[in-house]
């Protein structure tokens, strides 16, 4: 499955880069997923979302009920050879939308009669139009939460990867050539439809975490900073760009693509919500945050959010 060669590669490369520069990350990461795994109630399964190879995630911590979820075929034996734990663990997509857009890119990026590739600009604006009309439901998710009824759930850094991995799949399906437009300056149609692709994404997926009724212990990347201008954060704002100090312009990328998750809590006390600074690589920095949402009532919370959805 191409996802899973994807997810492979992805990771291949996350894994290979200098970490010179992660120690703080990574011990932020862990001190904030531990106290999560620490406060579980081992009772009730525990579910650790992208939890690639363990990297970030204290496994030492983790209740014997926890489970492992990530695409990366890999994942499991990864985590096994750096923690010495083989936890029961899911593969799947969780968009749930990924694989039918592949299909979908595939079909688009190839002439019906012969099968060769198109990256025409027909073929493009035609996959751009057709791809607004995608759904993506984590419908996998939602049904193992169904069936198992976790406590807490953690979210190990995944949550901005869904649009890079879709923009993979794309590029993917027209087998090396660049089905972006070239000119920065103009606009990209199909580019426009795969960002508006993650934002429903990454919609359903917070939707399927909230109706849980977990407790929820959240990190991912709020935002991406490119080139070498030296980037901190200034006291917490509900906007991630009103943080940034810098003393240049900065070229900057949101990888949840508009959708602000505090805001899709609705109803529902953020009690831990801070931001710090990742220097993943040089040139690229990345604005990482955590949040947790404490467990509520999955009937009521399923209540509140179906009468926000209903117009009084
Ligand atoms: C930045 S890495 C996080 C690393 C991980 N927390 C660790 O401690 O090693 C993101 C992880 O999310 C997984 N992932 C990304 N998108 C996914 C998807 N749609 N479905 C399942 N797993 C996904 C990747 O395979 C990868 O392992």
Redesign the pocket.
């Known amino acids: 499955m191409n ?1 899973a060669k994807d ?2 590669a ?2 291949r490369a ?1 894994l290979g880069r200098d970490k010179g520069r992660w120690q703080d990350h990574l011990a932020r ?1 862990r001190a904030f997923l531990g106290e999560g795994l620490a406060a579980a109630d081992p009772a009730a399964p525990v579910l650790i ?9 204290p496994w030492d911590l983790a209740p014997a009920s926890a489970v492992g ?4 075929p890999w ?1 499991r034996v990864r985590t096994f050879l750096r923690h010495r734990r083989f936890p029961p663990w899911v593969f ?4 749930g939308g ?1 694989d039918e857009l592949a299909a979908l890119a595939w079909r688009t990026a190839r002439q019906p009669w012969s099968g060769r590739i198109r990256a025409t600009r027909v073929a493009t604006r035609r996959l751009a139009g057709l791809a607004a009309s995608l759904d993506p439901r984590p419908e996998p998710l939602r049904a193992w939460i169904r069936l198992h009824r976790p406590g807490t759930i953690l979210a ?3 949550m ?3 649009g890079v ?1 879709a923009q993979r799949l794309v590029e993917r399906a027209f087998q090396g050539r660049p089905p972006w437009t070239p000119d920065p300056e103009l606009p990209d149609p199909l580019e426009q439809a795969i960002h508006a692709w993650t934002a429903r994404a990454v919609r359903a997926w917070l939707a399927a975490l909230l109706e849980s009724g977990a407790d929820l212990w959240l990190i991912h990347d709020r935002g991406v900073i490119f080139g070498s201008v030296p980037v901190t954060l200034g006291p917490m704002e509900a906007s991630w760009l009103a943080q940034l100090r810098a003393a240049g312009p900065l070229e900057v990328s949101d990888p949840l693509c508009g959708v602000e998750p505090a805001a899709e809590f609705k109803g529902r006390p953020i009690s831990r919500h801070h931001r710090w600074i990742w220097p993943v690589a040089p040139g690229q920095t990345h604005v990482m945050e955590a949040m947790r949402i404490a467990s509520g009532n999955p009937d009521e919370i399923l209540m509140q959010h179906v009468s926000l959805l209903t117009p009084s």
Do not use: I, K
């Not at 979820?69 to 990366?72: K, M, P, R």
């Not at 799947?92 to 968009?95: A, G, P």
């Open positions: 996802l997810l492979a992805e990771q996350f990461a979302l992208g939890a690639g190879s363990g990297l970030e995630v979820w990530d695409g990366d994942s799947q997509d969780l968009t990924l190990a850094n995944l901005g990867q869904f991995v």
